[in-house]
């Protein structure tokens, strides 16, 4: 099974509302959860009560298009707030995601890394030393996972920063776009993703949900194409719609009759009886 790692801060793990886009749900898309492979569920990297709607799912619902007889697999270990200085190489959330990594690669390869962190490095002198202090922990990352020549997707911040709820704080976010960039551009096998157009949840400060779905669309065209994606696309609209309805599975079905059963969203008889409807 091909796995993706991903890693970075809260637009990574994904703070979009729930209720707001259309669930994506397949059971050939697996999330690392105690060491194991489970069917995805969103939230995927649940490390707040908050957590929500992020990018992975409908970048994996789209390699699951382009690859329709096998299995992929996220590794969540993104955390919300964090800094490059929290993710320094020998530090809890580095060894964390390392130790994530060679457990899912126990039963997987690794194909991809997912990044997306910066808005916690915007401050003060932090943005003008960004590109040296990512290329530590990248390089040191592939080296411990040998990995070194996997693609590695990176996205831009928002543009919505500035002028949101904690915007005197994000002064120096074009720097670390900037950065960004330009580590992308000069390292093999690294791509960018631009946030172009995506807006924000009301806070100002996390992409709302539409646009973790259509950043989720850019990483896999950067994955897929191996080139950096500068603007918007013009058919991630349709590339969604078509993830939204793609036919469950009988399998399926049954399985998110299950969920609502556990949730407590319907009784026994009624589980029972639409699952007789399946058959």
């Not at 890693?7 to 209720?19: E, P, T």
């Not at 990018?55 to 919300?80: M, T, V």
């Not at 490059?84 to 580095?94: C, I, R, S, T, Y």
């Not at 457990?103 to 997912?114: E, F, N, R, V």
Request: overall charge negative; glycine content about 10%.
């Amino acid at each position: 099974m091909d796995s993706f790692l991903m890693i970075g801060q809260s637009n990574m793990a994904g703070r979009g509302f729930l209720k707001d886009v259309p669930r994506i749900f397949d059971t050939q898309i697996k999330m690392q959860r105690n060491g194991l492979w489970q069917t995805m569920w969103e939230p995927i990297n649940p490390d707040r009560p908050f957590s929500g709607i992020g990018l992975c799912a409908s970048f994996a619902a789209l390699w699951r298009r382009a690859h329709a007889d096998k299995e992929i697999g996220l590794i969540p270990c993104a955390e919300g707030g964090s800094s490059l200085e929290d993710w320094k190489v020998g530090g809890p959330l580095f060894e964390h995601a390392v130790f994530l990594a060679k457990l899912a690669q126990q039963s997987s390869k690794i194909t991809g890394i997912l990044w997306h962190q910066g808005e916690n490095d915007c401050f003060g002198d932090l943005a003008a030393i960004y590109k040296d202090r990512f290329g530590e922990i990248i390089d040191a990352l592939r080296n411990v996972l040998g990995l070194p020549k996997v693609p590695l997707i990176i996205g831009g911040l928002g543009d919505f920063l500035p002028s949101g709820r904690y915007g005197a704080f994000f002064g120096g976010y074009p720097l670390v776009n900037q950065a960004l960039l330009e580590y992308a551009t000069q390292t093999p096998d690294c791509y960018f993703v631009s946030a172009e157009d995506l807006t924000a949840n009301p806070d100002g400060l996390h992409f709302d949900a539409i646009s973790l779905r259509r950043l989720g669309v850019r990483y896999f065209e950067a994955f897929d194409q191996h080139t950096h994606v500068l603007k918007a696309l013009e058919d991630e609209t349709e590339k969604l719609e078509a993830i939204y309805r793609r036919p469950l599975t009988k399998m399926e079905q049954s399985t998110l009759l299950e969920y609502r059963f556990a949730f407590g969203d319907m009784t026994l008889q009624e589980l029972e009886a639409e699952q007789v409807k399946l058959k």
